[in-house]
């Protein structure tokens, strides 16, 4: 079951139905009436599938301390929740790195590259979604646009690297060791 981290992160128990006072004091009806089939799907969607995700931290630390993105926050998705994902602010903050999908133990957090579109998901929900960028070497996707634009802001004003363009790494040490092997004939 697909689910945008919108939804994810704002939607609420249903109400289930049921008989009215009146009709109670004279029957043995049961009194809740059972949720209709909508309501069941909606209830379904706001499982946090807790038998996925362990609570380790480890995706939370891995994007703070090793990445610098702080995108994942553990916490509750609303005051009156006990759930423990805020899924609203990875889609906000998440660069598409997928370093938390490596790090996370037990496979909870997925990413899925598809016609130019990368997908990350936290049990299920789509915590992200981004556009990639394309090699202009050899065509493949490899890196996503947001990445792209953290790693260009990291690196501006450092002298020592030279940033290869949009190369594929790849392509990009083909094109360090064509440069370098030039050089050497050069001489
Ligand atoms: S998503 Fe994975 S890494 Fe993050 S807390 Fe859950 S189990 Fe740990
Ligand atoms: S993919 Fe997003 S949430 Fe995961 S470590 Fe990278 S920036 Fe953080």
């Known amino acids: 079951m697909e689910i945008s981290s919108q939804e994810k ?5 249903p109400v289930i139905p049921v008989v009215n006072l009146e009709d109670r004091e004279g029957s043995f009806q049961e009194v809740e009436l059972g949720m209709p089939v909508n309501s069941a799907i909606q209830e379904a969607k706001r ?11 480890q995706c939370v630390e891995v994007c703070r301390d090793q990445m610098g993105v702080d995108a994942i926050h553990l916490s509750y ?12 602010r990875p889609s ?6 997928g370093s938390c999908v490596i ?3 037990t496979t909870a957090i997925t990413m899925q590259d598809k016609d130019g579109i990368r997908t990350l998901r936290m049990c299920g929900a789509e915590m992200a979604r981004h556009q990639l960028v394309t090699c202009t070497s050899c065509g ?24 290869s363009g949009n190369l594929c790494s ?4 083909k094109n360090a060791a064509e ?9």
Do not use: W
């Open 9 to 13: 992160s704002f939607s609420y128990r």
């Open 47 to 57: 499982c946090l599938r807790c038998d996925i995700c362990i609570s380790c931290g």
């Open 77 to 88: 998705v609303d005051r009156n929740s006990t759930s423990e994902t805020d899924f609203h």
């Open 92 to 97: 906000k903050y998440c660069i598409g790195c």
């Open 103 to 105: 790090n996370c133990p």
């Open 140 to 163: 493949s996707f490899f890196v996503t646009e947001k990445q792209m634009e953290f790693v260009e802001k990291h690196i501006a004003g450092k002298n020592k690297i030279k940033y």
């Open 170 to 173: 790849v392509c990009a040490r």
């Open 179 to 187: 440069n370098l092997i030039g050089d050497f004939f050069v001489f």
